[in-house]
């Protein structure tokens, strides 16, 4: 069976588009199938032309396929890439995310390996609270956290962060060293083998008596959907 991987993400001036592309190639060398897919641009026109890159980027991106709850009921496994936005993720991920709840209610999002990856303009911009902000998500889903931590040499050449991949882009944005790049290759290939390892076994969710998670999830859903 080949591990499927969807590699999700919103970048403005390319930097976690640089850092997606490379996590997907990470993934993709150990067999996996992957789909590299960005989320649905929520900022008008009139505020992307006021910045010359982020123009640049969203005209030179757009043939690229936009994601969809779909990708994430046929992945075995995801990567979530989002640029920090005052510590948190932006609001174009969020709003992908949040419109996963049906699938979460099905109980199609519980036991999937998922992690992590940002950008921010200064090293102590929010990346590392962007990544454990995401995290709270992944909790409510049921889905098993992968972080790079500290168990490859290119976690520590990339600036030592053991959440996530995390770039620091500067004032011109195009500071995206190698080493960022081949850390979120290995941390592409550490999901994907994760992922395979898992497929080899059994899923948490569904094993062992009683009442199974899809049920537990849509009794959840039940007073989710009142909220």
């Known amino acids: ?40 641009e929520l900022a008008p026109d009139s505020a992307i032309d006021q910045n ?22 046929w992945a075995d496994a995801f990567a979530f890439g989002t640029p920090t936005r005052f510590g948190t993720p932006a609001a174009q991920l969020k709003q992908f995310i ?14 999937k390996p998922v992690t992590a990856f940002t950008s921010a303009y200064n090293r102590h911009g929010g990346n590392e609270a962007t990544i454990l902000s995401l995290a709270n998500v992944f909790y409510h889903w049921g889905a098993l956290i992968v972080p790079p931590g500290f168990t490859d040499p290119a976690v520590y050449a990339a600036g030592g962060n053991p959440y996530g991949a995390s770039a620091v882009t500067g004032p011109t944005g ?31 969710t569904n094993t062992g ?17 009142t909220v």
């Open 174 to 204: 195009d500071d995206l060293h190698a080493a960022v790049l081949e850390a979120a290759r290995y941390q592409g290939r550490r999901l994907a083998q994760t992922a395979t390892r898992l497929l080899a076994g059994t899923h948490i």
């Open 52 to 73: 010359p890159q982020w123009r640049r980027h969203a005209d030179a991106t757009a043939a690229i396929t936009q994601a969809t709850i779909d990708d994430l009921a």
């Open 209 to 225: 008596g009683g009442t199974d998670g899809n049920t537990r999830a849509t009794e959840a859903g039940k007073s989710l959907q």
């Open 1 to 40: 069976m080949t591990t499927k991987v969807a590699v999700i993400y919103y970048s403005a001036t390319g930097s976690v588009h640089a850092l997606a592309e490379a996590l997907a190639e990470g993934a993709a060398s150990t067999g996996a199938e992957v789909r590299l897919r960005r989320v649905a």
């Open 98 to 111: 949040d419109q996963a709840g049906g699938l979460w209610q099905e109980g199609g999002l519980a036991d």
